[in-house]
């Protein structure tokens, strides 16, 4: 039995370029991907659904055009190819997510950290970890990648906190309460 996928094509006017990247930037926010010449797929659910029915409304909202349906492939190996592609742009996200988590802590672990740095690390580690819940969840296929940068993240999260002077977090913590 066949995956049911939801496939999306639109054409935007050439002008503003803006526009265009506007979408492929939020098509590429979604986890959809390019399987053929403007032909962006996504595995069917509720969730992905919404995600291109409100970037339909959008494109056209923009002047462009743009058909949504559902569909299944018909002979297996086609599933399996959208699958891989699918896992090889989540396994390079995490790859790049794992990457700047080593290079944070790496960073950590320089001698004389000033509060200063110390908050900024705390900050970049705050954006590494958003990153990371994004791709949870356009991972819609569990690529292996996945491990290696949850335990990177964790690690650098386990030395910039170690670093933080005690005071810190609660000072935080009281001017977020307040």
Known sequence: MGT?????????PREPSRLRLAVWRRLKRVGAVMIH????????????????????????ERG??????????????????????????????????AQAAKKLARAGKRRGSTARSVEKAMQQLRGLERTLRLERRRDYFRAPGRLEAEGSVEAAALEIRSRARPEMPERRLNAVGN
């Open 4 to 12: 049911d996928w939801l496939l999306c094509s639109y054409r935007l």
């Open 64 to 97: 462009g055009t743009v058909m949504l349906w559902q569909a299944r492939s018909l002979p297996q190996g086609q599933d399996s190819t959208v699958v891989l592609k699918f896992r090889a742009e989540a396994e390079a996200r995490y790859a790049a997510i």
């Open 37 to 60: 010449d403007g032909l962006w797929v996504l595995p069917t659910d509720a969730k992905t659904r919404e995600d291109f029915e409100w970037l339909a409304e959008e494109i056209e």
